[in-house]
């Protein structure tokens, strides 16, 4: 008997049907008076499933929307908040995140919670705290994404090797069932890689990616940066496109406008820098969060407004201080030519412990502009060292 | 949007944790009828029958580890202390990881469902055989010894009242919709116990409502703490206790898929004639992801995981592939003794839990052991005459070691003579003899049944509970024994509601009496 039959199918299509059958089957119950939690917990988890998996800023809104009619009929259960607090941080709001742990009966100390927590405090720049979670949990159960977690923060934290070590460990506790994840994984580790420069190793891992799960398009969005870094315009041009008609996020519209003013074509980027600043703005009127980040971006480097850039970098470091709104902030202040308040704030997020080439160019950038005795010239061999290639093209994440 | 780090963004989470091909069910194993050409042992292995019965996961690698050695006298007895105990620990943890390495048999299946058969390091040779699945083969060993063996769907072997067992424990998930963040809830905090508690109406039978807690029928998880604050046993208004146990099988009309094997003892050992006690043990492995991208190198996962430290030096390039999931040797030794977490699936490498195990029994003594006594019978566990179950764990294993002490060493007594099938000075066996190192020990010179192996027919479950049982009373002038609590008459007699034993007395489909012994598929 033949079990596994030849499939045209991608393994995300496949995935994506098979999560949307899932759905469809379980609908009446979990939509069923009175609730049955069950049900109705595992209806959401699915909706979020597919609204991740397919990268759907609507689903994502729908569901939000569902999680809300669960909780008002099941009550605060842990698995709906812990959902909930999901969904809140991938949007950025962080206050709502502490709340949501809270308030999720038995979340706050359950291991999700505490990755949670964990997570929290690498937002809110509390580097220290946030590795001990991560490590208190990785000591109780060593599962791949709390390693992965903890890769993450020693990447940022310049412990390119120890962090190597952490992905390469949740490797190993990835199973065959987990291609996906696995998939996940090895773009993490291709990031680490053209981040420094090591283009080749970036591939290779974007590469694997594909191998182990095919079609999805989270693996063409890095895999076009990279062809982007690596010159491969041509190339980076058509998987972005790919993405985009697959997933019309305005964080892509914006590489690929990005992507093509470094090939000197402004007239192509145009309509997508266009496209893109819309999406941003109409989220930001909406009264979201998620974009103040990419604005800030957006203003910065795309058409160069400091007085715009600054306005959406202090609403965003309001929301989580970090060395990364640090750097964006003091970036905005260096494009509006406040250099003084650029230098300061620029002080505080090299002072965090990061360790990152972007960083460290945009700190010497704005220290020699400052007039900084030497130090600007510090910074930008120091950014070299880490990546000898940081001028090149990358997409803003 | 999400510009950080973000490893659950599509994760699975919670909504699809299915069943596993990985999640083994039982071993069985006992000395064929069949002497025919030698002695043979029959070794079954039973996982969930996923993808569905009679196919199996090409991902997974099931291993049967099997060691032939002489029988020798259990060196435990009921008056040894706890530094005598740890000793035997350490004597096991030389036997299992020295030199004396295991045989054993490792089962894969390609994606046209033929099964792949690698016998490895036996006295009897090492070979391979590629198997059609769902038939009874017969397979010629280099030495020209007749192995028999079967892979593909059977019938469930296994036939309990699992709801009772789960409600004995108060295992919310079973009746309740538990939310997967709310693990310390699964266990709830209330005694353990064998017979209803007064008021514990979180846990207790709801007339309302019959089939609570069987066949997937649960209730949305009360808001208000699952504690009770007791101090009696339920009891109607004849004065009967309400058994937690209800004898239905909850596994009737299920299948799972099986590794059967009857193997000549010569094939095992070169000295079949000495060495009568055949240890096997199951283990199922899921290959590893970037072993299904066949190009990544492995790196074992070394911080503090001592089992994963021990692989790295025992595992062979092919093991090294997978990661090891589930272990099964002996019945509940993990379900009820280690709680079934995921890092304790150290299978016959027990010993490291020795300590957990020693505090578990005395947590499950606390609950059973008063049930006992409020029934009129005799038990092992030292509870201090409570006269209800009491919810009580263990920091320390010094402390809980003399409540088990007389539960761990004490002889489990056999119902009659006809285990011993030859008559031969066989000493009986304790739970410590039983669960640690956790390997089904088949004696030859017996029937196998339980503990001396473990045949389909055995109840099992209720064999279990026997072990809470003081082996040196009396019931209507017999000794207590393993198969008293199957003993219909004792519950006619008993103050309890309903008058059954506590589990099925058979399988819902008779078992052959023939190769593969496992009934055909429902």
Redesign the interface.
Known sequence: ????MPNQTSDYDNELERITR?MAACERDALAKP????SA??FV??M??RA??AGS?TELAALETAITAAIEA??P????Y??KA?LD????RLGAVKQDLET????K?????KALQA?LD??EGRYGESRRGYEALI?D??T??NL??LA??KFKLGDFAGAE?CY??A????????????A??QL?RGLVGLRRGLYKEAENHYR?AA??YSGYWLVDEHMAELCGALGRFDEAVDLYRKVISAVP?P?FQQALGELYQSMGQPEQAKPWHDQALSTYLDSAQKGEV??Y??LTDFYCDVVHDGEEAVKWARKDIALRRNF?TLAALAWALYRADELEEAVETMDEATSSGAVDAHLFFQAGTIYQAANGNGKGNKYLRMAAEINPHYHDFHA?? | ????????????????IDV?AADLYDLFGFPSADTTDGEKVVIALTFASV?EPG?LD??MLYRIQVLAEPRVPSSLREDHNLDDLLRYFNALREKYLGPLGAAEIRVTVD???RATMRFIDFPGGSFVKVVDTNKAVTIDTPEGLAIKAYVGGRDDAFFNDLTGFFRSINYAPQFY?V???????REAKIPKTLLELDGNHFFNYDPNFPEWGYHGN?K??P?EPLVWNGDRFYRDKNGNYRFVYSGIDCQAGKNINAIILEIPLAFVTKSPNQHRVVSTWGESW????????E??P????W???PHVLLDAFRLDEELKKY?L?DTDGQPFADAALSERE??RQLGANNFWLAPHFIKRLAHLGWGFGPSITALGLQTSFDHDNSPVSVHKTYGSVLQAFPRVKKTLFQNLNMPDDSWNKKGLDISLRSPLDIFVPNVCAIDMDTTGTWPFGRRPEDQVATRFLAMFLDMQAEFQGKKYHLDLLNDQSLWEHAPIEPKTPPNPLKNDKDFLQDFPYLAEPW
């Not at chain 1, 609730?35 to 069950?38: G, K, M, Q, R």
């Not at chain 1, 259960?77 to 709906?80: E, I, K, N, R």
């Not at chain 1, 100390?109 to 919670?113: A, W």
């Not at chain 1, 490797?171 to 696995?182: D, G």
């Open positions: 008997m033949v079990v596994d899932l609730a049955d939690s069950e917990t595992k988890y699915l979020y499933q991740s998996l800023l099941i009550g259960a842990g698995d709906l812990f959902l999901n941080f991938k949007l950025h999720g009966r038995g979340l100390d359950s291991p999700q919670g997570d690498f937002q000591q159960e060593p791949w994404d992965a977690r993450h923060l070590q390469i460990d490797e190993n506790e990835l199973t065959a069932k987990e291609m996906r994840s696995f996940w994984v993490q694997m191998l182990a996020r964080e998620c974009y980040h990419h990364s803003h994440r | 949007m999400a510009d950080h780090n973000d490893p659950n963004a599509v994760n699975s989470i919670f909504s699809d596993s993808p196919i090409t991902d994606s046209s469902n919709h939310p997967h963040t709310m693990t310390e809830v649960k949305n998880l808001a899921v290959l590893k992801a970037a072993n299904k991208v190009t990544i492995d790196h074992p996962f911080l503090e995981h990661k999931v995921d890092n």
